[in-house]
């Protein structure tokens, strides 16, 4: 694991980053380790923020598997602040897609991801979001991960999700199995189910997130072949 030295040093540029979006600016942290391999853009779930330790803890380790990673809040403080108390935003996949997309768009303007593969982890509704993205880029997404997800929130999209799909689910979580189910035999890219033994919706068991980190580390670098080598 990076002490916070090392990760100073790790990094091609600064962490934190302001990123425009039409009229808004989103705030994120990228961090590129070097001879990276691919890079990792994350879909927060529903009231959650770049600050998730849930994904803090998935990108920590993405990293120690030679991934880059760009964590952003899908919203601004005053949309996050708004939806604290009318909780619609959260489920506004469209909206979620755009940004996520506009995220990518702008990763192709950074010169330490320049020649990276682009993947998506997603978690919960920023599942959905993700597979929505990856259809609307087609070949650009190079592999997602959904974590917990909700692939039902995208369903008329998942049938042009090309990018090849690990949804990881924990096993005790039965309702949100069934919707991952249901999405995956609508799917026609490759798309493996895998179940985390133990393991209810928020992976808060012992080693279910680590099981987690593990699986979307594989995946990851199976699938985000250099652009150079494709």
């Not at 190079?142 to 909700?150: D, F, H, N, Q």
């Not at 929130?153 to 189910?181: C, M």
């Not at 179940?195 to 594989?218: K, M, N, Q, R, S």
Request: glycine content about 8%.
């Amino acid at each position: 694991m990076f002490c916070q030295e090392e990760i100073f040093m790790a990094v091609q540029l600064e962490n934190e980053i302001l990123m425009p979006v039409g009229d808004i600016t989103l705030e994120g942290e990228l961090q590129i380790p070097p001879n990276a391999t691919g890079v990792v853009l994350f879909a927060h779930g529903s009231g959650s923020s770049r600050f998730s330790p849930r994904n803090q803890f998935v990108a920590r380790m993405l990293r120690e598997a030679g991934l880059g990673t760009l964590l952003f809040d899908l919203l601004t403080r005053e949309e996050e602040m708004i939806d604290s108390f009318t909780r619609h935003l959260r489920f506004d996949i469209v909206l979620l897609c755009e940004r996520l997309v506009a995220a990518t768009h702008w990763l192709d303007n950074v010169e330490a991801a320049r020649g990276l593969r682009v993947g998506y982890f997603g978690s919960s509704t920023g599942g959905g979001a993700a597979l929505m993205a990856a259809a609307k880029l087609g070949e650009d997404i190079g592999a997602v991960v959904s974590r917990g997800g909700r692939p039902d929130l995208a369903s008329a999209w998942l049938p042009k999700v090309k990018s090849p799909t690990l949804l990881l689910v924990g096993e005790l979580d039965t309702v949100v199995i069934g919707l991952n189910r249901d999405a995956m035999s609508r799917m026609t890219c490759p798309t493996e189910l895998r179940l985390i033994p133990d393991a209810t919706h928020l992976f808060e068991e012992p080693g279910a997130l680590e099981a987690v980190a593990h699986e979307a580390a594989d995946w990851f670098q199976n699938h985000l072949v250099p652009k150079a080598s494709v």
